[in-house]
Structures are given as C-alpha cells and as structure tokens.
C-alpha cells in the first residue's frame, strides 16, 4: 500500500512567517497529489491538486510544488486564518485508495 | 453549489450495527466516484472505502474490510455505509466526500460529518 509521510508534524511561526510542510509518498506518483486544510471541528478543504494547482477560491499565498515523491506544500506570508491541521492525499491509485499523511499542525506564535 | 450531508451517527455497542447515509445535491451524482473517510477523535483522516460511479468497483482499507459496505443509489443521489461488527476503535467522524477525476483523483467536497461512538 502507498504510504504518505508528512514533515513536520507540528510547526509553529508568527504571522507574516513562510511556512513549508513536506509530504514524501514511498512510490513515485508523478504529480497526483492533493493537499487539504482542516480547522477544528469542520471538515477538510481542498487546497491544492495535480501538486501545484490553486483549488478556486483559495488565497494566493498557498502553494504547492513537487513531483515523484516529495511534495512540498508553501504559506508565503502565514496569516491568523491559517491556524489549522494540513494533510497531503496522494491522488494516483487505480483503482483509488488514496490514503492520507499523517497531517502537519500549524500553529500561529 | 454541491452539498454533502451525512446522517445515521449514534452512540452503538460493540458488535452492534449502524448505516450511515449521506444525501448529495447540486451536481450529477451518478457520474462522481464516492468515498467515506473517517477521523478518530483527535487523530488524521482515514479514507474508509471508495465506490465507483456505477457501483460496480468498492474498496475499502484493511481494517474495515468484511465488516462495512458501501453502496449508493444513483436514482436517489444517496450514498450508504453499512457498518457491522462494529468495535472501539471505529469511534469517529465519518465523512463522505465526493471524487474527482481528471488530474488524479482527489476529494474536492465534503460533507460535515457524522459521529460514530462505539461503546458500551
């Protein structure tokens, strides 16, 4: 089965930080990865697919790059609204499984 | 706009059973994979199992195999899971979450979640 490993798995930075969390996958799955946001008691969104694309909607200072298997998903200028767990969801199997990271905690200093 | 709304949560006996539904509105449900995740009080998300549009293809993780089953009704824009022999560690928040396709496959809408408490 496709493992999903995600670093760090807590973070914590002020607001205006970069933040950079990491996803590496334990078999190459080109750029089909996803990576989501989940704030206490909702339920996951989409931010980002195929590695790198803008899910609509979603503010411009999320980014994501990477392909093979290590994926990086990048806050450029962290805001209060970010304060969330981030989970990376690897996008290729067929047919789909598509298991999850164990998820990236960011906290606001 | 798409909605995902799951219902049949409660507070179960271990070995008891329990059929979660979840009722989808504002897109074409027929042609959406469909999937349930789960989280544990907590703890990460857990994908649970995965339909095909037409219900010909399920997968589940390992852990719930033989025990749950999904299933949907594409005349009633439904999705189910069925869950047996239920145990502790099944407490969760149970979503389900529609797939798409095109640039792999990932869950771009959720719904709110129902909760599952497995105790005596």
Known sequence: DMQMTQSP???SASVGDRVTITCRASQDISRWLAWFQQKPGKAPKLL??????????VPSRFSGSGSGTDFSLTISSLQPEDSATYYCQQANSSPPGLSFGGGTKVEIK | EVHLVESGGSLVQPGGSLRLSCAASGFTFSRYWMSWVRQAPGKGLQWVANIKQDG???YYVDSVKGRFTVSRDNTQNSLYLQMNSLRAEDTAVYYCARIEEGSGYYRDFWGQGTLVTVSS
Do not use: M, W
Request: charge should be neutral; hydrophobic fraction near 40%.
């Open chain 2, 56 to 58: 010909s293809e399920r």
């Open chain 1, 48 to 57: 980002i697919y195929a590695a790198s694309s803008l899910q609509s909607g």
């Open chain 1, 9 to 11: 798995s807590f973070v």
